[in-house]
T-cell receptor, first 114, second 115 residues
């Protein structure tokens, strides 16, 4: 079955450590996105990539980094510079270039930093 | 300024009744799309319904319909015959044609269906 896989589902880290969240898709979609969700908030865009080897900052990119070396993969690194990293992180993809195509989401990774 | 506003943090509805979840949006782009997603407590995001800015008719998908009032910039979700499984967070989102197709979300409405 085609879809988006995020791993792990739960992640725990100590403050000051970088951590990388995995996102893999087999939908052959060009565009991929990372969103952050906090309690009582909607989803906020961190980074997005419309094509391999290219990505753009979203609304809250500070303290995060991404890479897009393969079409299928869009890992997100939460660096020690991110002041409030504890959140629910959602990866998504879509075919790109179609206003009406809905984003397909993974099941998310819940990151807790103490 | 917020592009998507959902003014109802929480809503309650009796099973089998209809419920309307409000969404207003702000854009000057003539080409845009509006989406509704459902997020159960498990966290997954489930796409429900889509309305394009040029669509003449309101979108419908099974028990979901979108009450699109373009002049008022509102795109309310109507769920008919509510079921217990409809209890979830509901998010309205917008994609503008001139913004590299980024999807912007509202803060959501928590719907609780009572038996």
């Amino acid at each position: 079955d085609g879809g988006i896989t995020q791993s792990p589902k739960y992640l725990f880290r100590k403050e000051g450590q970088n951590v990388t969240l995995s996102c893999e898709q087999n939908l052959n979609h060009d565009a991929m996105y990372w969103y952050r969700q906090d309690p009582g908030q909607g989803l906020r865009l961190i980074y997005y990539s419309q094509i391999v080897n290219d990505f753009q900052k979203g609304d809250i990119a500070e303290g995060y980094s991404v890479s897009r070396e393969k079409k299928e993969s869009f890992p997100l690194t939460v660096t020690s510079a991110q002041k409030n990293p504890t959140a629910f992180y959602l990866c998504a993809s879509d075919p790109q270039g179609q206003l009406g195509s809905p984003l397909h989401f993974g099941n998310g990774t819940r990151l807790t930093v103490t | 300024a917020q592009k998507i506003t959902q003014t109802q943090p929480g809503m309650f509805v009796q099973e089998k009744e209809a419920v309307t979840l409000d969404c207003t949006y702000d854009t000057s782009d003539p080409s845009y799309g509006l989406f509704w997603y459902k997020q159960p407590s498990s966290g997954e995001m489930i796409f429900l319904i889509y309305q394009g800015s040029y669509d003449q008719q309101n979108a419908t998908e099974g028990r979901y319909s979108l009450n699109f009032q373009k002049a008022r910039k509102s795109a309310n979700l109507v769920i008919s015959a509510s079921q217990l499984g409809d209890s979830a967070m509901y998010f309205c989102a917008m994609r503008e044609g001139g913004s590299n197709y980024k999807l912007t979300f509202g803060k959501g409405t928590l719907l609780t269906v009572n038996p």
